[in-house]
């Protein structure tokens, strides 16, 4: 049985889900599970679900964010403290930069115009629904389209050739924009 | 044929919107779709990764090979990399892409002119503390330019662990200034000397100050380039920061900026490379660190660092001060300062006893080598002896400068330098006293009487010597003397009794007032 507390929190799993695969760069992957990250936040939020409820849903949305930057940060300094190697690759600033800037983009919609408002509640449906398609489709798109790689280095991480790759995109984008346009959002 | 739209795809994002590319193997209608389903992903998801963007692959730049991120600034990241043909490992600075997605384009043209701005006035100046600049290329997300590759740490790093004595960090501020100077000089001011921006030669230990990233012609200014204040608030200065926090329009920020500020920043710079620690307290943002440098709440103002000498302590003060014409008027002028100190004589470091020897033995036997000359001229003895007793003084003089400069610290050049002034005494008043003797034709009595007030004005001429790198107040000592030689010609069986005495309260004075004999 869910309580509305719950319910409320759990419509941001698949969207924390995203964000968190997208921040988890090549590099980290495979020491870092997005999963562990997102769950760890939501227990977090559980250990407080008292003060947070009745929170309305942007500032949930964005105290959840904010906490799964923390676990991912905390995440990434423990393991700089263990992996030589990661220390030369990985810079918490940056990471921490990159968070902030997409709080800026994420936030606007408290004072901007209604179409970046619009926009946003966009960005997050889409955001949401990478976790409905399947995982090897999700990690090309989350790489191609949120992270900026190139075709070579998507097929070289999903281990598969390059036509392979790009047909998993080309389904990948189908699919979301299908879900998309099932809500209505196109 | 997935493929080849994915390829052409990301052909077309590299290349520009004015050239595009054809698209013979693609069958048109397949290819609007698949473009339509691209651009409804891509419209959705680019903002996203332009906030997510982590250059974390370095870019590719024709000449250079393995490039390897060392350091990440404000504006640029720097790649160690390897020359092509010469094989010689360079540093490469490219603006960071980063800083450019997310901003309006005017603001980005400002950085990318900022950028280019950097490679010019750097390679403009030629010095040998300045990271000279060897090529400026151009690439995809804009220009980048390489420089020479300082294999060391910056002078943060340095005084953050705290490895650098007084004299080695005044010994890098001093060169630092020298190149500030230099930079002054062609009309340019650095703005934004820090530790963080001196590095360090590891092998020849040369100090090279790096980053012209937010320097500036001083009178020169583009139009609609102009900079509105940047900087790093614990090393500007107070002027600025007042810009700062009022938000001064960039046109008038220009007029604020001068070589004083540069100043203040070098000795703000000193200050904390000798005191390990950020002028500003701990735990303050940069917009709370503004106004501590407005309201003067910074740690060099309220608390004293008991590790920072004191001569160091007032060369920093006088570059800290409020006011910017109460400052150093030029680098140079600072790195004058910085290398008096430097060459400041400190005799009694290693050598305790030295003030106690001159007080009690030097003056002493000073004053009794007059008033045994006086004696034995009232004897008639045998004028050898009276000459002996004359110049007997100078044997503990120049006994306790052989003695002290076994265990002194002082540098070679002040110890020369003192050998010299003395032998130099010592010479002129040899030869004087012979002249005297010669031209008073065998008469002690009247040889004396003529050479004293002599003997007076060389010790005179030999302080005013003294004054330039010694003690300031030595001046003094040479007017005492020339008047000396005056008071001299009163009463000449006296005037041997009389300089005596003066020559001995000469050595007290010295023993008591010369910073150089004090115990610390």
């Known amino acids: 049985m869910q309580t509305p507390f719950e319910k409320d929190i759990q419509r941001f799993r698949p969207i924390l889900l995203s964000i968190a695969e997208a921040m988890i760069s090549p590099t980290l992957r495979g020491h870092l599970e997005a999963s562990d990250l997102v769950q760890q936040t939501f227990l977090e939020a559980h250990c407080n679900a008292e003060k947070l409820a009745g929170t309305e849903s942007a500032p949930l949305f964005g105290w959840l964010r904010i906490c799964l930057k923390n676990n991912l940060l905390d995440a990434v300094k423990h393991l700089k403290s263990q992996k030589n190697d990661l220390k030369r690759q990985m810079r918490i600033s940056e990471l921490a930069e990159s968070f902030d800037r997409m709080e800026q983009l994420l936030v606007a919609d408290q004072t901007s115009p209604s179409q970046i408002a619009e926009r946003n509640e966009q960005i997050l449906i889409l955001l949401a629904l990478l976790q409905e398609i399947p995982p090897d489709q999700k990690t090309a798109v989350i790489m191609k389209h949120l992270r900026g790689c190139s075709l070579k280095e998507i097929a070289e991480e999903l281990n598969r050739s390059e036509s392979a790759t790009a047909g998993l995109l080309h389904r990948g984008r189908q699919n979301l924009v299908a879900a998309m346009e099932s809500r209505g959002q196109v | ?520």
């Open chain 2, 1 to 520: 044929m997935l493929v080849e739209f994915e390829r052409q795809i990301e052909n077309d994002a590299a290349s520009s919107d004015s050239q595009r590319l054809e698209w013979p193997l693609l069958d048109a209608v397949n290819f609007e779709q698949h473009k339509k389903l691209f651009q409804i992903i891509d419209d959705l998801a680019s903002p996203i990764r332009t906030a997510l963007c982590i250059a974390e692959s370095p870019p590719t730049i024709s000449d250079y090979c393995e490039l390897e991120e060392i350091g990440r600034g404000g504006m640029g990241v720097v790649y160690r990399a390897k020359h092509v043909k010469t094989l010689r490992t360079d540093a490469i600075k490219v603006i960071r892409p980063d800083r450019l997605a997310n901003v309006d384009p005017e603001r980005a043209m400002q950085l990318r002119y900022r950028f280019e701005q950097e490679s010019r006035l750097a390679a403009r100046v030629a010095h040998q503390h300045i990271v000279p600049v060897y090529q400026v290329g151009e690439m995809e997300t804009g220009i980048w330019f390489s420089m020479l590759y300082v294999d060391g740490p910056t002078l943060h790093e340095c005084s953050n662990v705290k490895s650098l004595t007084p004299e080695k960090t005044a010994r890098v501020i001093e060169c630092i200034a020298r190149a500030v100077e230099t930079v002054h000089r062609h009309g340019i001011l650095h703005g934004d000397i820090k530790p963080h921006n001196i590095l360090l030669e590891r092998e020849t230990e040369r100090p090279l100050i790096s980053d012209f990233g937010l320097a500036e012609f001083e009178t020169l200014r583009p139009d609609g380039y102009a900079s509105g204040i940047a900087g790093t608030p614990a090393y500007m200065a107070p002027e600025l920061a007042m810009a700062a926090l009022s938000r001064v329009g960039s046109n008038d920020a220009g007029s604020i900026r001068s070589v004083s500020s540069d100043i203040y920043s070098l000795g703000a710079t000193l200050w904390s490379a000798l005191a390990g620690c950020s002028p500003c307290y701990e735990g303050r943002n940069q917009q709370e660190q503004l106004e501590d440098v407005v309201s003067r709440n910074m740690i060099f103002a309220g608390t004293k660092i008991e590790c920072i000498p004191l001569g160091l302590e007032r060369i920093c003060q006088k570059c800290l001060e409020f006011e910017p014409s109460a400052r150093y008027h030029s680098a140079a002028e600072l790195a004058n300062d910085l290398a008096v100190w430097l060459n400041r004589p400190s005799w009694n470091r290693h050598f305790p006893g030295l003030r106690t020897l001159l007080v009690l033995v030097v003056a002493p036997v000073l004053a009794s080598s007059g008033i045994l000359v006086s004696f034995l001229l009232r004897m008639e003895v045998n004028e050898v002896w009276i000459w002996l007793a004359m110049l007997w003084g100078y044997g503990p003089l120049f006994a306790t400068f052989s003695a002290s400069q076994r265990s002194s610290q002082a540098t070679e050049a002040a110890r020369r330098e003192l050998w010299s002034v003395w032998i130099g005494h010592c010479c002129a008043s040899i030869a004087c006293l012979t002249a005297c003797r010669i031209l008073s034709q065998d008469d002690p009595i009247r040889t004396v009487e003529i050479f004293y007030p002599c003997w007076a004005a060389i010790s005179s001429v030999t302080f005013f010597a003294k004054s330039g790198n010694f003690w300031i107040a030595y001046r003094w000592f040479g007017v005492a003397w020339s008047l000396a030689a005056i008071v001299l010609t009163i009463d000449r069986l006296f005037s041997p009794t009389i300089f005596g005495i003066f020559a001995a309260i000469t050595c007290v004075v010295t023993a008591r007032g010369d910073k150089a004999f004090d115990e610390k």
